[in-house]
């Protein structure tokens, strides 16, 4: 079975462009979520979508935004790229997001905005 | 919301030795704490996980321990190999089952 799978794995932008990153999720799952990761600060929660809805969002501003196919299949943008959007970008999969379940991450896109 | 602190953020410890990092959780409601390790360039990998009606788990060389009435929970390493050098992550999920909540991280180092 395949793992959550990337793309692109790495990316460079300048200030003021959009990005898009992919991800794909382990097949049957139906839950994705994106995480930001920047040394120091860990795993920052971006959002989760479930059969194509948005079911929870963290604490980012509305230049960061996403989407979820019927395939589960997730992709995540970036608007008027910042510096400081420079970062590991992780998707994970679960089953559905019930309770307990275990969540698997892909390897990550990361980001470098110049 | 949930909030989850980690410590320590770093740790060194002597291979064979044991390695201990502790988390607390601030929302009560919060039932299910998965560890995850990420070696360098790395995905997060789960490592082992506890559910709220458990104290204690154990696989192999890992164990994980919680204390609900706390509110903390903490991984513990038996005779660490240098295999063991990585971030650990510990993390909480809401009563929700939609969101997990990670704590900052602690970098283990193992000294050969």
């Known amino acids: 079975k395949a793992g959550v799978t990337q793309t692109p794995r790495y990316l460079i932008k300048t200030r003021g462009q959009q990005v898009t990153l992919s991800c794909s999720p382990i097949s049957g799952h139906r839950s994705v979520s994106w995480y930001q990761q920047t040394p120091g600060q860990g795993l920052q929660f971006l959002f989760e979508y479930f059969s194509e809805t948005q079911r929870n969002k963290g604490n980012f501003p509305g230049r960061f935004s996403g989407r979820q196919f019927s395939n589960s299949r997730s992709e995540m943008n970036v608007s008027t790229l910042e510096l400081g959007d420079s970062a590991l970008y992780l998707c994970a999969s679960s089953l559905g997001g019930h309770l307990n379940e275990k969540l698997f991450f892909g390897s990550g896109t990361q980001l470098s905005v110049l | 919301g949930e909030n989850v602190e980690q410590h320590p953020s770093t740790l060194s410890v002597q291979e064979g030795d044991s390695a201990v990092i502790k988390c607390t959780y601030s929302d009560s409601a919060s039932n299910y704490f998965p560890w995850y390790k990420q070696e360098l360039g790395k995905r997060p990998q789960l490592i082992i996980d506890?559910?709220?009606?458990?104290g204690e788990k154990k696989d192999q060389r890992i164990a994980v321990t919680l204390n609900k009435t706390a509110k903390h929970f903490s991984l513990h390493i038996t005779e660490t190999q240098p295999e063991d050098s990585a971030v650990y992550f510990c993390a909480a999920q809401d009563n929700y089952g939609q969101n997990f909540v990670f704590g900052p991280g602690t970098r283990l180092s193992v000294l050969p």
């Open positions: 506890i559910r709220s009606n458990v």
